[in-house]
């Protein structure tokens, strides 16, 4: 059975996800945001318990390699619908929640089956040699900017041919832009490093203009994840000042181009010691220590309108 001792592979996970749409039809809806390069479904599902929540969006595994990430967001699904905590209820049932909890599928089948390290889409580029692009590179804001991608398709942040190049990128733009008036919050689930990231990525030295109020919520998440009593430190601030300059990624495209003005990318454990081949018994802990930054991001948004 499905379970958080280990890691899953892509059909494991669709199974999940069938079960909890099957478990939980008065509040789950499924979606499909389009297909990727092979022709996977991205699926998704939102969690709604009454009429006139504000919206979350949150995307996991845009890297392939990164399988913290889904582990992570599965474990969290599981909690809204289950949980009997009150404090896990509050943000279950007045929270409309729109999730996706492996975006770049093709990619994730192959770090399974073929390459574990793995990060990119798989849609062949002009050197046959190099598949792929990176999705968190290709959205459609600073775009083409060597400072913070590379043309080179065998790099590892080739930013695709062309904005939204990858058809899992513009079907996920065509899908946020489609709710956007819904959402308050876009959150995006990364490995590794212990980060709490803001807008923006493109610059160091340029700041949203709710930067505080972003920063002050990405505080509280910290502190939330530091009481858990792992001894885990996140350090929080804007992408590019606090880790680096990243042009064309999800958050800034939804801050920037779909006035989604708060968002967050969470880069789970560890700080590496193993990276991305995070041995599974941190999977609990880490899912704990998200459970609690999410209840705190949300209770801090609420209280800064
Ligand atoms: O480089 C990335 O895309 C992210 N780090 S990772 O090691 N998971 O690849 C960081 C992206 C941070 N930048 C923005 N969110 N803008
Ligand atoms: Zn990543």
Redesign the pocket.
């Given at each position: 059975s499905f379970g958080w001792d280990r890691y899953h592979s892509y059909e494991s996970i669709q199974k999940f996800i069938d079960g909890v749409i099957e478990d939980h039809q008065d509040v789950v809806t499924p979606f499909i945001i389009g297909k990727s390069y092979e022709g996977r479904d991205i699926r998704g599902i939102k969690i709604s318990y009454k009429e006139g929540n504000r919206g979350i969006f949150l995307e996991s595994n845009i890297?392939a390699r990164?399988w913290i990430t889904s582990a992570t967001c599965t474990f969290f699904i599981n909690e809204l619908l289950t949980s009997k905590n009150p404090e896990i209820r509050n943000i279950a049932e007045n929270v409309d929640w729109y999730i996706i909890p492996v975006f770049n599928v093709d990619g994730f089948v192959y770090s399974h089956e073929k390459d574990r390290m793995w990060?990119k889409t798989r849609q062949p580029t002009t050197n046959p040699k190099c598949p792929g692009a990176?999705p968190?590179?290709n959205f459609d804001t600073h775009w083409n900017n060597d400072q913070g991608s590379s043309g080179n398709p065998c790099d590892e942040?080739y930013r695709g041919s062309a904005p939204l190049s990858e058809p899992e990128c513009k079907a996920l733009a065509d899908f946020v832009r489609s709710i956007k008036d819904k959402v308050g919050v876009y959150l995006?689930y990364?490995?590794?490093?212990q980060y709490i990231?803001t807008?923006?990525?493109?610059d160091e030295n340029e700041f949203p203009e709710n930067y505080d109020d972003m920063l002050a919520i990405a505080k509280a998440s910290h502190d939330a994840i530091l009481d858990q009593g792992y001894g885990t430190k996140y350090t929080y601030g804007s992408?590019?000042s606090v880790?680096?300059i990243?042009t064309g990624?999800?958050?800034?495209y939804a801050y920037n181009e779909l006035d989604i003005k708060m968002g967050f990318?969470f880069?789970f454990r560890d700080k590496g010691r193993y990276g991305f081949v995070l041995p599974s018994i941190n999977i609990l802990p880490n899912c704990q220590e998200t459970i609690a930054a999410m209840i705190a991001l949300v209770k801090r948004s609420k209280e800064l309108g």
């Open positions: 890297h990164e990060r990176d968190n590179r942040t995006t990364h490995s590794y490093g990231l807008a923006y990525g493109h992408a590019a880790l680096y990243a990624s999800s958050l800034d990318t880069e």
